[in-house]
């Protein structure tokens, strides 16, 4: 009997076509699987119909295919240990893919047909928003406002582009207010923060070298950016040589971090409303087939 592959593709992405969905499916059918597609109409669809499929006692495969965003959105329905995920990254920014060292969907369905299998960590953030999971990174400040920010129509028309377009807006009206970041143990104070479950951002920039979404550990990277000119300093090196310097942070292995505040706040690309907020770390969450 044919193992079923669950494929979750969003139809209201701009990355999405009845033409490169069926090229997909048909991939999948000559890897040995049996496909069922899934096209849910909202993000609360999906996340309710991967809800519905997960099952501890017999975890099926669950293949996400599209942005970084689709692949959030698998991920907030997922239930621990209840479903192994496959990825066919598409979409505007490609973090996952960078992660994975995907760059086609021929690989893609390459790995999904011969990889192996690795257990992989969550973080996950709660605020007045409500709670829901990441599995590249959380941004508190002036990155989740640029992502904010971003039109509608500008991102459909030039892509990654709009989301410069609405940092350089960002830039012009600065926020040079704190936030203070807590594990309970050690604080700091800071104008921005990633934390970090990956070590790429926004494409092939290597932020957090130390991240790995493979392991058991959040890496906590505070940027104090109390000018424009501070902010750009910081930012040179990681336009030019790909690496950004290193920051004062640390590694969060267990317990939360608490972010006061009420900058806005980005979870794997979008939006979720503002701080204050805590990060709590999700390790072997579910199995990822790479």
């Known amino acids: 009997m044919l193992q079923i592959a669950h494929v979750v593709f969003n139809p209201a992405s701009g990355s999405y076509s009845p033409a490169r969905a069926d090229r997909i499916l048909k991939g999948l059918r000559a890897a040995g699987l049996a496909v069922e597609p899934l096209l849910p109409a909202s993000q609360a669809a999906a996340i309710s119909a991967v809800r519905a499929l997960c099952d501890p006692a017999r975890p099926p495969l669950i293949i996400a295919v599209g942005g970084d965003g689709t692949i959030n959105t698998v991920i907030n329905g997922m239930t621990p240990q209840g ?118 951002y926004g494409g092939p920039y290597r932020l957090a070298p130390g991240a790995e979404i493979f392991a058991p550990r959040l890496e906590l990277l505070p940027f104090q950016f109390p000018t424009r000119r501070s902010f750009f300093r910081a930012a040179l090196p990681l336009v030019v040589a790909g690496r950004a310097p290193a920051t004062a942070g640390w590694q969060l292995r267990e317990g939360t971090l608490t972010i006061t505040g009420t900058k806005p706040v980005q979870l794997d690309g979008d939006s979720f409303g503002t701080g204050p907020l805590t990060i709590r770390l999700l390790p072997d969450f579910n199995r990822l087939l790479c």
Not at 97 to 102: D, F, K, P, Q
Not at 156 to 164: C, F, M, P, Q, S
Not at 175 to 196: E, K, L, M, V, Y
């Open 83 to 200: 479903a192994t995920l496959g990825v066919i990254p598409l979409g505007t920014a490609n973090v996952l893919a960078w992660e994975l060292g995907i760059r086609s969907i021929e690989t893609a369905l390459k790995r999904i047909a011969h990889g192996r299998l690795r257990p992989f960590t969550v973080g996950e953030a709660t605020s007045a928003e409500g709670t829901r999971r990441f599995l590249l990174m959380a941004g508190i400040g002036l990155d989740a406002a640029a992502v904010a920010g971003v039109r509608p129509a500008e991102k459909a028309r030039l892509g990654k582009l709009a989301y410069l377009l609405s940092g350089l807006r960002q830039l012009w009206a600065w926020d040079d207010n704190i936030i203070t970041i807590s594990d309970g143990q050690r604080s700091i104070d800071c104008h921005s923060a990633i934390i970090a479950n990956a070590c790429h």
